[in-house]
């Protein structure tokens, strides 16, 4: 594992307006190589695809070699929106499903997208029988597929789905460094609770160096509560980077069935990449393209 000598400090976020500024802690630094993030929570419509998406392809852009797993059997997620190209297949191609059966390699499942650096593991709602089959060793079929892929990848994200089940799991033992997005406006105390205690317990039990990397109060608007909600997260994850993630229409257009492309293609200046861009380049300790 590569280890930078000097670890650069983050950005200092003064792109962005004073209102929204990132709250990093004193302890944070960058990750370094190979670099393993888990978007997580447990409700839909958190904002999970959005930022596994939107921030793989700010990485890829960086120059670094990116792989995207989408861990959620409901359309809709990373596999629509970037749209891997799987050749010409008749039915589904080779997908995560595949791989957790030990019916396909991880490269054989790994397809590129119209981003240069940017690979995909795509699933379908297929993907629903893994837990049903429930097959041994299925918390650990990720971070298989990640050690026994031909060339490493800088970064491997994983999108997770609205549940806390086994293939969540699998996920967060794959790619530790959690992120978790959350909508200001529908804050649920239960839900974060509950994850928290999934986040322990996989901790304790099979993970150790699982940790809160960030989180993110998606499609935020200036208010007394996003602010409100943001002092609860500095308060609850001292140690994590806690940013807000701007309201935009342009990023839930570039996801539509029409539309389906990357933001940075579809909408360039759009506010919210800037978002994303500085999460990029904070994560990873670089200055943002
Ligand atoms: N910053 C944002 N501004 C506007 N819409 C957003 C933003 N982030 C997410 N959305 C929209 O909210 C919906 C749910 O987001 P998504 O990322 O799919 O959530 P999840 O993966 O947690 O279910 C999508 O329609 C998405 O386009
Ligand atoms: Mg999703």
Redesign the pocket.
């Known amino acids: 594992m590569s280890v930078p000598s000097v670890v650069p400090s983050p950005p200092a976020g003064d792109e962005l307006p004073a209102w929204l500024r990132p709250r990093i802690p004193t302890s944070f630094t960058p990750l370094s190589a190979p670099i393993r993030l888990c978007?997580i929570?447990q409700?839909?419509?958190?904002?999970?695809?959005?930022?596994?998406?939107c921030l793989a392809c700010e990485l890829a852009l960086m120059g670094k070699r990116v792989r995207l797993w989408d861990v959620?059997a409901q359309l809709?997620?990373a596999t629509h929106w970037l749209n891997p190209d799987t050749g010409d297949q008749r039915g589904e191609p080779a997908n995560l499903l595949h791989m957790l059966k030990g019916e396909a390699s991880p490269d054989e499942v790994t397809y590129p997208t119209s981003v240069p650096g940017l690979y995909v593991v795509p699933s379908y709602t297929s993907l629903k029988q893994i837990e049903l089959d429930s097959p041994p060793g299925l918390e650990q079929g990720i971070e298989w597929g990640i050690n026994n892929t031909s060339e490493p990848f800088d970064v491997e994200i994983t999108?997770c789905g609205?549940s806390l089940g086994r293939l969540t799991i699998a996920a967060l033992v794959g790619t530790p460094n959690v992120i978790i997005?959350l909508k200001a406006s529908g804050f649920d105390l239960n839900a974060l609770t509950e994850l928290n205690r999934t986040l322990d317990l996989t901790k304790s039990r099979v993970k150790p160096d699982l940790q809160v990397t960030a989180v993110l109060l998606?499609?935020?608007l200036k208010s007394n509560l996003t602010q409100a909600v943001f002092d609860a997260m500095c308060g609850d994850y001292p140690e994590a980077l806690i940013m807000g993630?701007?309201?935009?229409?342009k990023?839930?257009e570039?996801?539509l069935d029409s539309i389906r492309k990357p933001l940075h293609d579809y909408a360039p200046d759009a506010t919210?990449r800037q978002?994303f861009q500085y999460l990029a380049a904070t994560l990873a300790g670089q200055e943002a393209t």
């Open positions: 978007c929570m409700k839909g419509g958190s904002g999970k695809s959005t930022a596994a998406v959620d809709g997620g999108d609205p997005p998606s499609e935020v993630i701007r309201q935009s229409v990023v839930r570039a996801s919210v978002d």
